[in-house]
């Protein structure tokens, strides 16, 4: 059937037999459209057509719903994200390809666990807050999961403290809005020297420290503590801050370059424990009811307090003794030993190496114990017990002697400014510079 083209023929233009005259007006009308329309209707027709295209180009970001989590005690990475809709095979895909960069089976009970999904359910992020100053973020590709290691934006500031001891250093520095973190950290540092045990009123401590702010000033956590005056029974103890050049190692040391760090603790705890019994060649025994040697110091203590290795070493017993309970005996490489009873609980086995601070049992109140309490011990390498609490620890190894004068230029300009700070009473505190 013929197709009728009425309506529809198109004609077609040869500009090839378009008159030569023709062409020229053409393209002169066109140079005088360009030449003399107004510049505003160009601009404003060339800012139309940009606007379009970025409208055009714009595509909203997809919505999202963040959830955030606690992690529970004794809970398992399994746990934590079968309850933020993670298959066992999600689980698995996503440690094996984070593993290289945070192993996810090592989180840690009280931190923060957050997870982003679509609106549709599928994952988009996943971020793991690894301590204060860490988290590790999580995002989804094609062939799987990708993660990367981030800081936690802070603002780095110094400050400088002075407080006289009343009652204790505990309550010195808490009472000035500091956190037990900072009390923990002196007692780290003078472990070896000061029994904190017999800290007396007006003893005084001053010291220089870093802090770190999040945000909007909010505390977070603290920095390095770089030089420390503690005056106990009118001795001074002092210790700076000082990077080793051929290691690299920072650590703290006394005016002379000898490290703090001896061979062992003074106290085999990181509080303030009460001495309930000393070292005596004869005490009377509350439950055998006679007189006998306690060739030890009772610290008296919380069932379930912590209980630290006084020095590293390898431990040589590890299980019950008749009176003493539950025992732990750590033979060190001076040849000294010491020894942990009335335990609660073992954290170590027999032959295991541990290092100074290792946390070894909790205190209880097994074996001949009225109460909970440590009965910790020292005995020399002839095996003659020694009163712990006058016991001198050997230093370790001192700085060489070739960085001796950069540690000493360290040194005085840390000492001028622990000199400065004021003794104000009762405390005193100021920010001394933040980055």
Request: proline letters at 5%; charged letters at 25%; one cysteine or more.
């Amino acid at each position: 059937m013929r197709r009728s083209t009425l309506g529809s023929r198109k004609t077609r233009v040869n500009l090839r037999w378009l008159p030569l005259p023709t062409l020229i007006l053409a393209a002169a009308f066109c140079l005088y459209w360009w030449l003399f329309t107004p510049g505003e209707k160009v601009e404003d027709a060339l800012l139309q057509a940009a606007w379009m295209q970025v409208e055009a180009a714009t595509v909203p970001e997809p919505e999202t719903r963040r959830v955030e989590d606690k992690i529970r005690r004794n809970a398992t990475l399994a746990t934590v994200l079968s309850r933020h809709s993670f298959g066992p095979a999600d689980i698995y895909r996503l440690t094996e390809d984070t593993q290289s960069v945070y192993n996810l089976h090592q989180i840690k009970a009280g931190n923060r666990i957050v997870v982003e999904r679509f609106l549709d359910g599928s994952f988009r992020a996943l971020e793991y807050h690894i301590d204060d100053e860490q988290y590790l973020l999580v995002s989804s590709e094609s062939d799987g999961y990708v993660a990367s290691r981030h800081q936690h934006p802070f603002e780095l500031v110094e400050e400088e403290v002075y407080g006289r001891i009343q009652t204790s250093l505990w309550d010195t520095l808490i009472s000035q809005g500091e956190k037990p973190a900072l009390v923990d950290t002196l007692f780290h540092i003078f472990a070896w020297d000061i029994n904190f045990t017999e800290i007396q009123p007006n003893d005084s401590v001053k010291l220089i420290m870093k802090k770190k702010y999040q945000k909007e000033r909010d505390f977070f956590a603290y920095g390095e503590i770089e030089a420390v005056h503690f005056e106990h029974e009118g001795k001074p103890f002092q210790a700076f801050l000082f990077e080793d050049p051929d290691t690299g190692k920072k650590g703290h040391f006394d005016r002379e370059g000898n490290s703090v760090k001896k061979a062992l603790l003074k106290v085999p705890f990181s509080y303030n424990p009460r001495i309930t019994s000393g070292f005596t060649y004869s005490r009377f025994h509350p439950i055998l009811k006679k007189r006998r040697p306690h060739l030890g110091v009772d610290y008296g203590a919380p069932a379930g307090t912590r209980v630290k290795a006084a020095g590293e070493g390898r431990v040589i017993f590890a299980g019950r003794n008749g009176g003493y309970g539950k025992m732990v005996k750590i033979r060190h490489p001076n040849g000294f030993m010491t020894s942990y009873s009335h335990l609660s609980r073992i954290q170590v086995r027999c032959g295991t190496h541990v290092q100074q601070g290792a946390e070894i049992g909790r205190v209880g109140s097994t074996g001949l114990s009225t109460g909970p309490h440590l009965d910790y011990r020292v005995q020399n390498k002839r095996g003659k017990f020694l009163n712990p609490r006058k016991l001198t620890s050997l230093p370790v190894k001192p700085l060489a002697a070739k960085h001796m004068k950069s540690f000493v230029a360290v040194r005085d300009a840390l000492l001028e400014r622990l000199e400065s700070i004021p003794e104000r009473e009762p405390h005193m505190k100021r920010v001394v510079a933040s980055r």
